[in-house]
């Protein structure tokens, strides 16, 4: 079964960025699309985006301009970058895999907790 | 952008009720919907995909239909694990979810 984990700094100043990690065990990189999720305090799920085939990638409109995600196959890790943060990125940021045909998201990482605050 | 709304936002129900949740698509996603079920300080937990279908390992109390822009979680007897917050997400063009329905004990 695979088992995903999010790292990463808790704290970012606006307008820098943001970055995090998601390790990955028990299965092949190679072989999903690995997505982030957000979930702002207290409020609903955002997709941010996903990527697979190690390179592939589809971003949330809304945050296409700040974000990239990329895959470190032989790390297998995954990581999200999103530049110039304010507030409003303030999230729990969880890695998950996204499973076909249906998409629909399987496995989740136990989410990471990022503020934004000076 | 296909905005999902859920309703009830909250609801409060006993052990043992039977309990619906509905999310309606702002446009046809004909059955690619999704359900989870999410408890304080833990990830979302995959209940039902493409609609009707029980993910493995979830109980056979909880069931999905719907298709078209109208869907429906059930839940056909409240058990005390069930009292969490539920999403439904759609997967027909992008990726959005419902605001979410909070299930409290009455």
């Known amino acids: 079964q695979v088992q995903l984990q999010e790292s990463g700094p808790g704290l970012v100043k606006p307008s820098e960025t943001l970055s995090l990690t998601c390790s990955v065990s028990?299965?092949?990189?190679?072989?999903?699309?690995w997505s982030w999720i957000r979930q702002p305090p207290g409020k609903g799920l955002e997709w941010i985006g996903y990527?697979?085939?190690?390179?592939?990638?589809k971003y949330n409109p809304s945050l296409e301009s700040r974000v990239t995600i990329s895959v470190d196959t032989s790390k297998t890790q995954l990581s999200l970058k999103l530049r110039s943060v304010t507030a409003a990125d303030t999230a729990v940021y969880y890695c998950?895999?996204?499973?076909?045909?249906?998409?629909?998201?399987?496995?989740w990482g136990q989410g990471t907790l990022v503020t934004v605050s000076s | 952008d296909i905005q999902m709304t859920q309703s009830p936002s909250s609801l409060s129900a006993s052990v043992g009720d039977r309990v619906t949740i509905t999310c309606r698509a702002s446009?046809?996603?004909?059955?690619?919907l999704n359900w989870y079920q999410q408890k304080p300080g833990k990830a979302p937990n995959l209940l039902i995909y493409?609609?009707?279908s029980l993910q493995s390992g979830v109980p056979s109390r909880f069931s999905g239909s719907g298709s078209g822009t109208d869907f429906t979680l059930t839940i056909s007897s409240l058990q005390p694990d069930d009292f969490a917050t539920y999403y439904c997400?759609?997967?027909?063009?992008?990726?959005?979810f419902g605001q979410g329905t909070k299930l409290e004990i009455k």
């Open positions: 998950a895999t996204l499973v076909g045909p249906t998409d629909h998201f399987d496995f």
């Open positions: 997400q759609q997967s027909y063009s992008s990726y959005t």
């Open positions: 028990g299965g092949s990189i190679s072989n999903y699309y």
């Open positions: 493409a609609a009707s």
């Open positions: 990527i697979y085939d190690s390179g592939t990638t």
């Open positions: 446009r046809s996603i004909s059955s690619y």
